[in-house]
């Protein structure tokens, strides 16, 4: 029995698990990979905070609610805002070597200006944040004593009594599936980019935490909210990194002709490039003012891995660049301190939906919405443990699993599992993407609901334990359809465009009607919508 | 395209004629060697084990060999890795196979690098400059791949070597300033299989897919080192005292004392003569060594003199 488990080891999780253990507690993190091989590692931007002379956290949170199109938790915006330079200076000191401005003697924290930011506001460490922030919190985390079930995937939330008592989880490495317990449980399992085809998704962001928490009746949040990446490389999941905005980056159509040059909000923007894509072959051509010396040194991790893959030199030439699935902006509904509807059990980062990105998310605001719902949670989390006594561990959710994996290990797998996920992103991308309408939407829950049938009737397609990887595409896939039913429930509802979603058939902003979030629950009917109005 | 991935199948038990298994796929000549293996693995068979994640070279993990080379399968694409629309997956040989082309990370990569105490240290120095990040960020653009490690020459027959990768995480500790505990980091790093068991052979450096060169941040450990007076840990003091030994007659001599580097490096005078005697006296009955004593190199008060420099610009620095 832990103090608090955290499920995830990205940013979030170690951030909630040195938050929690800064209070005290005594604290677990089970990841399905080793944690430096999250997908955090793959972000590239920064952290937006108002950190140099002239700036100020409301210009940060003016600029945040701005993109968020009308519906940012103000409360949350403020209180990230306000404490954004802290999180980074606090990160600094934890060992991240930021970028410093001016020149090679200078010690002041450099900022860049990613899109839609006024002001040059977010620190950097040049194009990898994302690698240099998961092995720094990392061996802190290390330092700190936390134990490490790696390889571990949870499969269930154990709840008893509407309290969450732990986990339980599948060691790939036997098969064997156990109950974590804990008195507190932080979600920190990102998001489903693997729901949508193209994505930036990495093999794990397959939303199961979402998905669990859906399970045991925790409503979800701003699900319609679906954020494309205006730049990833075409046939790859490549995104080409957000600080190249800061360098003169710009897109193209093979003619020449700019897109998306007068700078539009996010949606209008993404669905610019979309159309010009498609319209271009598949692809528009990004090019920028950097230069060999940037393209080897800020640009290093970027510029490297173009030419490995494509064998492009992004200092000379343009990259062939297409926008596909990035992030969802809705998740788990959570409080400012991180808590589920479900005593005990909270959740940060992708998974969790704050309310801080509003309609639209910002360029360095996502890496700060990691730290800072990480830190926010686990802080939470320990002082709930704290005040809590050993809860009796919840069994019926570790005999439902035990069944649950025993039987799908006897029942057929491979293609057409295979072929299911296939469908499953060309429909999500193709209905439920940058572009939705009611047909399309009523098209996708329909086909949504005939595959979580067939989901059924399917499996691992081999009885082996030890890592079994065709048991973990089934669970993953069951995950990945339970998230996509309150997505398209959720884009169906939401009768006007807003921020990221846009509906062909109600293209305009409707404050009167639509100023309110939604909620999604599972019911045996399937998804149960109702509303929130916003701050609420 | 068309290929065939000829896949090792198996255990933990590694032999010469490990069982590859053919799987045919049909995929595009810019698809990564990874993403064709997860092709294969969700399409035909799930029992197929390999690790990966980010598949775009960030989180380290999928490591394997490709036709006898190591790389990151998912920055390999298989119109280049294909040699007769064919390619060949083995696990990487230097680490301990779990099972097919999955490899031991635990024992390979993270006991080795958590053996070392994790965490910067917080100092309270917080003016610190882009000259002295820098260097730590080119050793933190290290994705912990494993490929410097499966190409290092002492790890090949010493498997307990903390190797490159792991000493390269030391020198990300030490060389940030913010870090209040860089001389308990280099007496760890002296211990034995730390930085004075490297060889110098150089092939992290031709290994490291990062420009990391990670021999170079080793090299810069030992400097370190010696610098922050720990001559030599309690590991391979033999290599500890060679470096000084060769810094003090470069020093003294202008050039190489070889007789004297040699009786030095193996404990001095009395211990190291009489371990050198018989080598000594072979070359001398060759006429490869005599009795006289070694001369200075002309201008060799000049080399002195940089040294002392060295010394008096090096004491100011933190």
Redesign the interface.
């Known amino acids: 029995m832990h103090d608090v488990l955290v499920v995830g080891g990205g940013i979030a999780g170690l951030r909630a698990a040195l938050a929690a253990s800064s209070r005290g507690a005594e604290v677990a993190i089970a990841s399905r990979s080793h944690p430096t091989r999250s997908y955090s590692v793959a972000i590239q931007d920064g952290l937006n905070a108002a950190l140099l002379p002239g700036d100020a956290w409301e210009a940060h949170a003016a600029d945040t609610s701005a993109w968020g199109d009308g519906l940012c938790v103000p409360e949350v915006v403020e209180a990230v805002c306000r404490s954004a330079p802290e999180l980074v200076r606090e990160l600094d000191q934890l060992g991240v070597p930021f970028n410093r401005s001016g020149g090679r003697n200078g010690t002041a924290l450099a900022c860049l200006k990613l899109r839609g930011a006024r002001t040059a506001r977010a620190a950097y460490v040049d194009d990898m944040a994302g690698l240099v922030l998961t092995q720094t919190l990392y061996e802190q985390a290390v330092r700190a004593g936390i134990t490490f079930y790696e390889e571990w995937t949870a499969t269930s939330l154990a709840v008893g009594d509407g309290a969450c008592t732990g986990v339980v989880a599948l060691e790939q490495a036997t098969g064997e599936l156990q109950l974590l317990g804990a008195k507190a449980v932080v979600l920190a399992t990102g998001g489903p980019r693997r729901l949508y085809e193209p994505s930036t998704a990495s093999l794990h962001c397959t939303g199961d935490g979402i998905a669990m928490a859906y399970r045991a009746g925790a409503p979800l949040v701003d699900m319609e909210f679906v954020q494309y990446h205006p730049a990833v490389l075409k046939g790859q999941r490549m995104a080409i990194t957000e600080i190249a905005w800061a360098h003169g980056a710009a897109l193209a159509t093979a003619g020449g002709t700019g897109v998306g040059e007068d700078d539009p909000g996010p949606g209008a923007f993404l669905r610019a490039i979309g159309q010009a894509a498609v319209a271009n072959g598949g692809h528009v051509e990004l090019s920028g003012t950097w230069d060999a010396d940037q393209a080897k040194g800020l640009f290093y991790n970027t510029s490297y891995r173009v030419k490995q893959l494509t064998g492009l030199d992004m200092a000379k030439e343009p990259l062939p660049v297409r926008p596909a699935m990035h992030r969802l902006l809705g998740g788990v509904a959570v409080d400012a301190g991180g808590a589920t509807s479900i005593e005990g059990l909270y959740a940060a980062g992708e998974c969790a939906g704050t309310g801080f990105h509003g309609a639209a998310g910002l360029d360095g605001n996502f890496l700060l919405s990691a730290v800072s719902s990480g830190r926010a949670a686990g802080l939470a989390a320990a002082d709930h443990a704290s005040s809590t006594k050993e809860p009796d561990a919840a069994g019926g959710a570790l005999d439902r699993d035990r069944t649950r994996v025993a039987e799908a290990l006897r029942r057929p797998g491979g293609e057409p599992l295979a072929a299911m996920r296939r469908e499953l992103g060309g429909l999500m991308h193709a209905h439920v993407g940058m572009v939705r309408e009611a047909v399309g939407l009523q098209e996708a829950a329909q086909r949504i609901a005939e595959m979580k049938e067939t989901h059924g009737s399917l499996g691992a397609g081999s009885e082996g334990r030890d890592y079994n990887f065709g048991l973990a595409h089934y669970l993953d896939l069951g995950s990945l359809l339970d998230v996509a039913e309150a997505v398209v429930a959720s884009a169906h509802a939401r009768e006007e465009s807003r921020g990221v979603h846009f509906r062909s058939d109600h293209a305009a902003r409707d404050d009167a009607r639509w100023s309110v979030h939604q909620l999604v629950s599972a019911s045996e009917a399937g998804p149960v919508l109702r509303e929130s109005p916003p701050g609420a | 395209m068309e290929l065939t991935l000829n896949v090792r199948r198996g255990g933990t038990r590694r032999s010469a004629d490990d069982s590859h298994q053919a799987y045919h796929v049909d995929v ?1 000549p ?3 060697v990874f993403e064709a293996l ?2 294969v ?9 390999f ?11 999928c490591t394997m060999l490709v036709n006898g080379r190591q790389e990151v399968v998912c ?3 298989v119109g280049k890795a294909q040699k007769d629309d064919e390619i060949k997956i083995d696990p990487i040989p230097y680490a301990p196979t ?2 097919d082309v ?1 490899y031991d ?2 024992r390979f990569i ?1 006991d080795k690098v ?1 053996s070392f ?4 240290v ?1 100092n309270g120095v ?6 002295e ?2 260097p ?2 080119r050793a ?5 791949c494993g490929i410097c490690d499966q190409g290092c020459t002492v790890i090949d027959v010493n498997l307990d070597f903390k190797g490159p990768a792991a000493l390269n995480k030391v020198f990300r ?1 030490v060389f ?1 300033p ?2 209040g505990r860089a001389k308990e980091r280099v007496v760890e790093a002296g211990e034995t299989n730390g930085v004075w068991d490297c060889v110098h052979c150089w092939e992290a450096s031709d290994h490291c ?3 990391i060169d990670p021999t170079h941040r080793i090299m810069e450990l030992r400097d370190r080192s010696v610098r922050l007076g720990v001559k030599s840990g309690t590991g391979n003091r033999q290599a500890a005292r060679h470096y000084n030994a060769f810094e003090r007659s470069v020093e003294h001599h202008g050039w190489l004392d070889e007789r004297n580097v040699a009786i030095q490096s193996y404990g001095g005078l009395i211990r190291g003569g009489l371990k050198m005697m018989p080598t000594g006296l072979a070359a001398l009955r060759r006429g490869k060594a005599n009795l006289l004593p070694h001369r200075k190199r002309p201008g060799a008060s000049a080399i002195k003199a940089l040294f002392a420099r060295y010394r008096e610009v090096t004491r100011t620095e933190r």
């Open positions: 595009e810019e698809t990564s997860v092709k693995r969700e399409e035909q068979d799930g029992t197929l084990a690790r990966g994640n980010c598949g775009v070279g960030f989180c380290g993990d920055l390999m694409p779990v099972k999955m990370a635990k993270w958590n105490s994790p965490g910067v917080f917080e003016q610190v400059t882009e000259e990040l820098s730590v960020r933190m653009r290290c994705t912990m500790y940030d913010r870090d897919p990062f420009d």
